[in-house]
């Protein structure tokens, strides 16, 4: 189960995420992404309450970030340790931004 809080504040973002990232739960913030982000310049995840990422997850990451870097920025926050540890085996630490 994952839920998607989302605020918008003219060019900017803030998508929170509780729960699992992975394959059942993937496509729902895929759609939420693709409905959203026109026209922001700048994309906030924060991970304070996701437990968990799977590749299907990451995928949708990846999709957003190169999006992005098209039309302004993306930032992770609040990233917990198993989550980051996940980011870094798979070099996602290196590509994303992830802040506090």
Same mark, same amino acid.
């Not at 906030?44 to 799977?54: A, C, M, Q, R, T």
């Given at each position: @189960? /994952?839920?998607?809080?989302?605020? !918008?504040?003219?060019? %900017? /973002?803030?998508? *929170?995420?509780?729960?699992?990232?992975?394959? $059942?739960? *993937?496509?729902?913030?895929? %759609?939420?992404?693709?409905?959203?982000? #026109?026209?922001?310049?700048?994309?906030? /995840?924060?991970? &304070? %309450? /996701? #437990?968990?990422?799977?590749? *299907?997850?990451?995928?949708?990451?990846? !999709? *957003?970030?190169?999006?992005?870097?098209?039309?302004?920025? $993306?930032?992770?926050?609040?990233?917990? &340790? $198993?989550? @980051?540890?996940?980011?870094?085996?798979?070099?996602?630490? #290196?590509?994303?931004?992830?802040?506090?």
């Amino acid at each position: @189960m /994952l839920n998607i809080t989302k605020q !918008a504040d003219g060019g %900017k /973002l803030y998508i *929170a995420l509780e729960g699992r990232l992975d394959t $059942m739960t *993937a496509p729902e913030l895929e %759609k939420v992404l693709e409905e959203n982000l #026109d026209g922001v310049t700048e994309l906030v /995840l924060d991970f &304070e %309450k /996701l #437990d968990y990422i799977s590749s *299907a997850g990451l995928r949708v990451l990846l !999709a *957003a970030h190169k999006r992005m870097l098209k039309q302004g920025e $993306m930032k992770v926050i609040h990233v917990g &340790e $198993m989550i @980051m540890e996940i980011f870094e085996v798979t070099g996602f630490s #290196d590509i994303l931004t992830i802040g506090e």
